[in-house]
C-alpha cells in the first residue's frame, strides 16, 4: 500500500485520543534509556510528568487506558509516536497552530502532514521560522536552490519541502522577463 493509499483510507475525522495526542504536551523519546537501541520503542512523557513504554510495531502502551481498555487505534501515548515519527499523517484540514510545536522534536523522523491532493508533506511545526529551521541543538539555513520572492506570503517550492512556511526574507527579487 502506497503513502496516498493509507491516508486515504483513514477517517478524516480525529477521534478525542487523536486530539489529544496532537495538542498536549507529550515528549516522544527514542533510542535512550529503557528504549536505547531498542527498535520501534519509544518512551513517551506524557504533560502530567508519566513516563509510559510505547511499542510501535504493536501498538501497546504501559498507561492505564491501553492495559485497562484497549482502544480501538491505540492510547494517546502510541497515536503519539505514530503522529510524531511520521508513521501517520496529521490530516490537511487540522489547524497546525492547533498542534504542540514539541511534535517530533525528539525523534529523528519527521511528522507529516497530508495535503489536499493526496500526498503528504514532510516536516512542519516548530522547525519552521523566518529564515532559518531550528532544532534543539542546530540551525538549518535556507536550501541552496532558494528560489523565493521577496515579500511573497508563500515560500518558494525548495524551501517548502525544506519545511519552510514563509517566504525567504532575504531572497533575491526574480526578474519574470526572462
Request: with cysteine.
Amino acid at each position: 500500500m502506497s503513502i496516498y493509499e493509507a491516508d486515504a483510507v483513514e477517517s478524516i475525522d480525529l477521534e478525542p485520543r487523536d486530539v489529544r495526542a496532537l495538542t498536549e504536551c507529550q515528549s516522544v523519546l527514542e533510542d535512550m534509556g529503557r528504549v536505547k537501541n531498542a527498535d520501534d520503542l519509544y518512551l513517551v512523557v506524557s504533560q502530567s510528568g508519566n513516563e509510559y513504554l510505547v511499542d510501535a510495531r504493536s501498538g501497546a502502551c504501559e498507561c492505564p487506558d491501553s492495559i485497562h481498555r484497549s482502544p480501538e487505534g491505540g492510547c494517546k501515548h502510541y497515536r503519539r509516536v505514530m503522529f510524531a515519527t511520521g508513521a501517520r499523517s496529521v490530516p490537511a484540514w487540522v489547524e497546525t497552530t492547533a498542534i504542540d510545536a514539541h511534535l517530533g522534536e525528539h525523534v529523528s523522523s519527521s511528522p507529516r502532514v497530508a495535503v489536499t491532493d493526496g500526498g503528504v508533506f514532510a516536516g512542519f511545526g516548530s522547525k519552521a521560522d523566518m529564515g532559518t529551521q531550528t532544532s534543539s541543538d542546530k540551525t538549518i539555513e535556507r536550501p541552496d536552490d532558494c528560489d523565493c520572492i521577496p515579500d511573497a506570503s508563500l515560500p518558494c517550492f525548495a524551501c517548502w519541502m525544506s519545511g519552510f512556511e514563509t517566504a525567504n526574507p532575504d531572497g533575491e527579487p526574480v526578474n519574470v522577463d526572462d
